[in-house]
């Protein structure tokens, strides 16, 4: 063992400078056979899940990166900027319609303060919390499921869906939300870990549920459902680990969690103070719908509707993978209920975090058929399903993966069911993954909203100049006024423009005269829209129109 550690610490200096200290304690062979070793051990790191875990959390940051920068503005970002972001002032007393997400808003003022001159500033709050999210459920995923083959497939099945990949890079408050939440679920699952021994009640806990709070309501109030449960959650915790201890450490957690109740009750107080009354009276925006529509827009369109073209199949992998959770789900109940019968307890087939996970995602779905069904809130856009959206994509995981434990005394079947589950949840990971370069969201109209920034930038790289006169496909297109708006107000010489006088026209999918040109017509095509050139425009600047032509084709 001396002679293998000294092996391995090559960095530590020798006792004896100038010599070798284990040239004559190990024989010439036992020298080959370490230095193999240790070229085989170089390898092994390649197997290891957790390295592969963190490839694709830097793969999945380093998308977001990408397309913060390169994916345009859209208008409902430079809404928010333009209305509610010019000072601190008007982000926490303005409020005329659901676009302002206040932290959000505030966030983007302080980072316009420091990075006001890089055009796409306004999503560094978004981007930063987005990779916090992603930090949160590769942690998340690490902990509850057990096979190394399904984590590799849940965790780029949750931060590579095209749904929840959009919402945590655009400047919108549900990537702050998201990364709060799931943070805090997170730090959570760590506390349950250590149920059983008791949780300390720490102020750190108690300042850092605050924070959560006040971060995830700030910036979304729809998160509210998950919220409630976590802090419910927190709150069994510390009781259950306060009662181990005594009654005066019980009492000790109570006041702690009021609290947490009365600190995150305070701090929302002042961040909505001026807005509350017009919050109230914007509540008439969304209608209530059923639940199951609801369920419907959220868990179905994210995870099915993104290439129409193919919708069959599509939805015969949809409901492949509805079919083997159906499955995995009546087989975990069974191995849950005959090891309770037998009094061994159901924690080996859901130990803390992984029972944490799905007890949070059903008190998550009640809590919203309650607060739809019962009381007739309006759950608001489908967007806001986000949050639960991610809970179920991890729960089917979990599920998947102890049903595949549950039955491993059967011969080969844990195997294939595995296999089963990977393939089918693989497939759903492809078909559901990110465009390079548009945003997938309302892709009739985001997208095409999100390709004014690309434009804008290849125009200015071209003649930086020239004034470009766009041309806007109304009705289709009118919402990208905003952007042209926006990107004019960073150095960018675009104008939009009406009637025949014009240079570019962004024309949604393809306009009915095909002898039309187009500019870049491949690089828009993520975009659901193409960009025509009126070459008449261009007989006095022969020069510009060819190096326009010429630059589309690259």
């Given at each position: ?108 003022v ?50 590579m869906?095209?749904?929840?990949f ?28 250590k ?19 006040f ?23 510390m ?126 779905l ?37 049903a ?30 990110p ?28 003649d ?86 010429i630059?589309?084709?690259?």
């Amino acid at each position: 063992m001396p002679i293998v550690y000294k092996f391995w610490r090559p960095w530590e200096k020798s006792k004896n400078p100038g010599k070798d200290d284990t040239d004559d304690q190990v024989s010439p062979m036992m020298k080959i056979f370490l230095r193999q070793y240790q070229f085989k051990n170089q390898f092994r790191l390649l197997k290891n899940p957790l390295f592969v875990l963190l490839i694709i959390l830097l793969a999945a940051i380093g998308f977001r990166l990408y397309k913060a920068h390169y994916t345009g503005i859209i208008y409902d970002e430079v809404w928010t900027y333009e209305d509610y972001c010019q000072d601190l002032h008007i982000a926490v007393t303005s409020y005329q319609s659901t676009n302002n997400h206040l932290l959000n808003s505030i966030f983007i003022v302080l980072t316009q303060k420091v990075l006001g001159g890089y055009d796409h500033f306004i999503r560094v709050p978004a981007v930063l919390f987005g990779a916090l999210f992603c930090c949160a459920i590769t942690y998340i995923v690490h902990k509850t499921i057990r096979s190394s083959l399904l984590k590799v497939i849940i965790l780029p099945l949750v931060l590579m869906n095209w749904f929840i990949f959009d919402l945590t890079y655009l400047a919108r408050g549900y990537a702050l939300a998201l990364g709060a939440t799931f943070t805090g679920i997170a730090v959570l699952m760590h506390l349950s870990s250590k149920a059983e021994t008791g949780v300390p009640v720490s102020w750190r806990v108690i300042f850092f549920l605050i924070a959560m709070n006040f971060t995830a309501l700030g910036s979304m109030l729809s998160s509210l459902s998950l919220v409630l449960n976590i802090n419910i959650a927190y709150g069994l915790l510390m009781i259950l680990g306060s009662s181990k201890r005594g009654e005066k450490t019980l009492i000790k957690a109570m006041g702690r969690l009021g609290v947490i109740a009365l600190g995150s009750a305070a701090a929302l107080y002042l961040l909505y103070q001026h807005v509350f009354s017009n919050m109230i009276s914007l509540r008439h925006m969304f209608e209530v719908e059923p639940f199951y529509i609801y369920l419907k827009r959220v868990l179905w369109r994210p995870l099915l509707y993104t290439d129409l073209s193919q919708i069959k199949f599509n939805l015969w992998v949809y409901n492949a993978s509805l079919g083997l959770l159906a499955f995995c789900t009546v087989i975990c109940l069974w191995a849950s209920f005959t090891r309770l019968k037998s009094r061994k307890g159901c924690n080996p087939i859901f130990s803390n975090p992984a029972l944490l996970i799905l007890l949070l995602s059903l008190a998550v779905l009640l809590f919203m058929f309650v607060q739809s069904m019962v009381f007739g809130f309006s759950l608001g856009l489908a967007r806001n399903g986000v949050f639960l959206l991610s809970l179920i994509l991890i729960s089917t995981g979990i599920l998947m993966d102890r049903a595949a434990w549950a039955l491993s005394r059967v011969k080969f079947f844990p195997l294939l069911l595995r296999l089963a589950c990977t393939g089918v949840l693989t497939v759903m990971c492809f078909r559901n993954l990110p465009s390079r370069r548009a945003v997938d969201i309302r892709t009739y109209d985001w997208g095409v909203q999100s390709a004014i920034g690309p434009l804008t930038r290849i125009l200015h790289q071209i003649d930086p100049y020239e004034t470009w006169e766009i041309k806007l496909r109304e009705p289709q297109t009118i919402n990208c006024n905003r952007s042209i708006r926006y990107y004019s107000g960073f150095g960018y010489n675009i104008k939009q423009v009406k009637g025949d006088a014009y240079d570019l026209w962004v024309y949604p999918e393809h306009p009915p005269d095909r002898r039309v040109v187009y500019f870049a017509q491949k690089r828009f095509a993520d975009h659901h829209c193409c960009i025509v050139v009126n070459v008449a425009a261009f007989q006095n600047k022969r020069s510009l129109l060819y190096d326009l032509l010429i630059f589309g084709e690259k």
